[in-house]
């Protein structure tokens, strides 16, 4: 189920800084402005407008800021129950902190003449494919003209009905021209096996195994690692079959199976270690938090935090030897690599619970939605003391969705929280379309 508020700056923390206007030149009629409520509150400064937002990745310097999503467009219709529909894909970078943009749509019809027969990709266009969904995106550091997108096709603006096809994106000219990085069919009917399997994973008697075994055969891509120390060696987390490891940019994948490593069906996070590079977390939105100390070729179950919380868990954050996750209960730490769990900062005492949270600094900032918003407003909160929290934005509820909705949802299957933080700035992603800057 997902929970949609409203962000208003009316209350400001020493973590955000003021508010700016900025504008991009692409779409200078709506970037820029300063959005409203429907009774007038200001909801936040439009940085990118059109686009469902579903992934974003930041540079350390704060100025390079790559994110993928599904271009939207509103209805004319004031009755409409759905504000927007998706008519494309979009990619957009900005390389001054989210104030201006180069954008990269594909808005063609999807269909050929009314058939059901979507209008097929070429590799080496500078957009992504129109029915692509990203969950996530990634800049290589050392080499700012690579960058990774993973997520699905399908044909709504998110990733409830994946169907396989395009998973993992790649270019390595700033892209210029964009490739498939995984392939992978497999037969609709029939048995599995070695002859009849055409993927870019490396074939082993693991790999056919897992395949064999219902419920394996990937259609989505969740999250990726570039490592440090070599960029050409890659970690994906995939539905069905969990994480797959390249050593060549991708252009071939290695699976291993691992003994309590079952199949993987919700949204799935990666981390690094950045003072072990080898050692990595996966940790499934409500499942089980997995550790590798090799780079991702064997894991071991850690805990399984989100089965014993009977809440979905998101936003892993690794700090020094600590690891956080935020649960509906609050925002939990682990000083022993995610085996044991304690509640660091227990959500507020209201009905509801909260949604992701990221860091700025030494402070945190956390979604908070309410079962009764009369009594206790959903918004952005900042923890204050153990069972305490400040509001950081408030709230309004509109008659009707409208531009500078912040879209908070629910954490079950593939659906995340859209927020980021990115230096002083929290980034939020809007139901119509549209990125808004807070800070």
């Known amino acids: 189920m997902r929970q949609r508020i409203i962000v208003t700056l ?3 923390l020493a973590l955000l800084t003021r508010v700016g206007m900025h504008t991009c030149p692409a779409l200078a009629t709506s970037a820029g402005s300063r959005a409203s409520t429907a009774n007038g509150a200001l909801a936040g400064t439009l940085v990118l407008p059109h686009a469902l937002i579903g992934a974003l990745a930041a540079l350390p310097d704060g100025r390079t800021l790559l994110v993928g999503g599904t271009y939207m467009v509103p209805t004319s219709d004031a009755a409409a129950l759905i504000p927007a529909y998706p008519t494309g894909s979009e990619w957009a970078i900005s390389h001054d902190g989210g104030r201006t943009w180069t954008t990269h749509v594909s808005t063609t019809d999807p269909y050929k003449g009314g058939s059901q027969t979507p209008v097929p990709w070429v590799e080496g266009s500078s957009t992504w494919p129109v029915q692509f969904r990203a969950n996530g995106v990634t800049i290589n550091p050392r080499n700012t003209a690579e960058m990774w997108a993973v997520g699905c096709t399908s044909p709504e603006q998110e990733c409830r009905q994946a169907h396989g096809g395009h998973m993992v994106l790649h270019t390595i000219d700033g892209g210029r021209s964009w490739r498939d990085a995984l392939v992978f069919t497999v037969p609709s009917v029939g048995t599995i096996t070695k002859s009849n399997v055409h993927t870019n994973v490396k074939m082993s008697p693991d790999l056919v195994t897992a395949l064999q075994y219902g419920g394996s055969t990937p259609t989505e891509a969740f ?4 490592d440090p120390r070599d960029p050409r060696r890659v970690v994906i987390a995939v539905s069905g079959l969990g994480a797959l490891r390249s050593t060549n940019d991708g252009a071939t994948w290695d ?4 003994p309590g490593v079952g199949v993987v069906v919700t949204f799935t996070e990666l981390a690094r270690d950045p003072a072990h590079p080898n050692v990595l977390y996966e940790q ?3 499942g089980k ?8 070729t064997h ?3 850690q805990s399984t935090l989100a089965s014993q919380l009977h809440s979905g868990v998101s936003s892993l954050v690794i700090d020094g030897t600590t690891l956080y996750v935020t649960a509906s209960v609050g925002i939990l730490a682990s000083h022993d690599n995610g085996a044991t769990w304690r509640v660091l900062y227990a959500a507020p005492k209201a009905p509801g619970g909260l949604l992701g949270s990221v860091r700025l600094g030494a402070g945190w900032v956390s979604a908070f939605v309410s079962q009764r918003p009369q009594v206790f407003p959903d918004g952005l909160y900042t923890p204050t003391g153990p069972t305490t929290w400040r509001q950081v934005a408030s709230t309004d509820t509109p008659t009707r969705l409208i531009q500078g ?3 908070l949802q629910g954490m079950e299957s593939a659906m995340d929280t859209r927020l980021w933080a990115v230096g002083p700035a929290i980034f939020t992603a809007a139901e119509l379309g549209g990125l808004y800057r807070i800070g």
């Open 10 to 12: 009316g209350i400001l």
């Open 299 to 301: 894991w071991r179950v």
């Open 223 to 226: 999250s990726l690692l570039i």
């Open 405 to 407: 909705q912040l879209d």
């Open 255 to 258: 699976f291993t199976m691992n």
């Open 284 to 286: 499934e939105r409500a």
């Open 289 to 296: 938090l997995y550790r590798s100390t090799d780079g991702g």
